[in-house]
């Protein structure tokens, strides 16, 4: 089970930390993702990074601006998101896949957290 937290209101340029708490087995295969879904549009892939170290990856309009981090002895999974700018609000959804694959398909999805940039 995956449960995202710490969206919300913030201005251009601001800095918001989302969590997603994992609970459940987990094992070395699992890689954990983080998506968005913006009003009208299609749920789209945002960073991506294993359970259990190997390649971080990121949508290129985040890149420089976001970092997924994981916490294995809390089982959670973090994106820091610095200089937000208006495009970024969206729903965010953390989800995990326990073969490591990452897309629309994946086995477990959280309810999402909303964050909203605006001033």
């Known amino acids: 089970q995956l449960q995202a937290s710490g969206g919300g209101l913030v201005q251009p340029g601001g800095s918001l930390t989302l969590s997603c708490a994992v609970s459940g087995r987990t094992t070395s295969t699992y890689v954990m993702g983080w998506f968005r879904q913006a009003p009208g549009k299609e749920r789209e892939f945002v960073a991506s990074i294993p359970w259990s170290g190997g390649n971080i990856y990121y949508k290129n309009s985040v890149k420089g601006r976001f970092t997924i981090s994981r916490d294995n002895t809390k089982n959670a999974v973090y994106l820091q998101m610095n200089s937000l700018k208006p495009e970024d609000t969206a729903v965010y959804y953390c989800?995990?896949?326990?073969?490591?694959?990452?897309?629309?398909?994946?086995?477990?999805w959280g309810k999402g957290t909303q964050v909203t940039v605006s001033s």
């Open positions: 989800a995990a896949d326990s073969l490591g694959v990452v897309g629309p398909n994946m086995d477990y």
